[in-house]
């Protein structure tokens, strides 16, 4: 065998080396480029009654809104006419019961001078109040 069989040798194991590596590589490759397409293809048939679902939820949860829109309104409204209404309370019937508080307060002042003892009694002490300067007696 002379040197240049011997490097056609070395160089066809080399090759043979070579393509069955590549050979192997592209039957994992093919394995994996199934498994991917596999698992796209749940993904897909999962996805779409997922994403379904969550478009069903979206719009109810945009009905809750609207209506959640129309109580504050409704609300809102409410308290509105409350106002106006404690308002127009206040003003018809405010200045009377002032009135009438006023008249109550005259009468029981009447009725109390009515009912206080006489010049020459003895007066109640009250504790903590100060009598003003025209009533103090002068002492000595």
């Keep these: 065998m002379t040197g ?35 698992l796209v293809a749940d993904v897909t048939e999962q996805a779409v009654p997922l994403l379904a679902d969550a478009s069903a939820t979206v719009r109810s949860a945009q009905t809750q809104l609207d209506r959640v829109d129309a109580i504050a309104t409704d609300v809102q409204e409410v ?23 006023a008249f109550g307060y005259g009468v029981r002042q009447a009725l109390g001078r009515r009912s206080a003892p006489a010049a020459g009694a003895p007066r109640r002490t009250v504790v903590g109040r100060t009598v003003p300067a025209a009533r103090r007696r002068k002492k000595g």
């Design 79 to 101: 308290t509105s006419n409350a106002s106006a209404l404690s308002t127009t309370v206040a003003s018809t019937f405010g200045g009377p019961l002032v009135k009438v508080a």
């Design 4 to 38: 240049g069989e011997v490097a056609g040798i070395l160089v066809a194991v080399f090759w043979a080396i070579l393509v069955s590596f590549l050979a192997v590589v592209l039957v994992r490759l093919a394995q994996t480029l199934k498994a991917a397409t596999r």
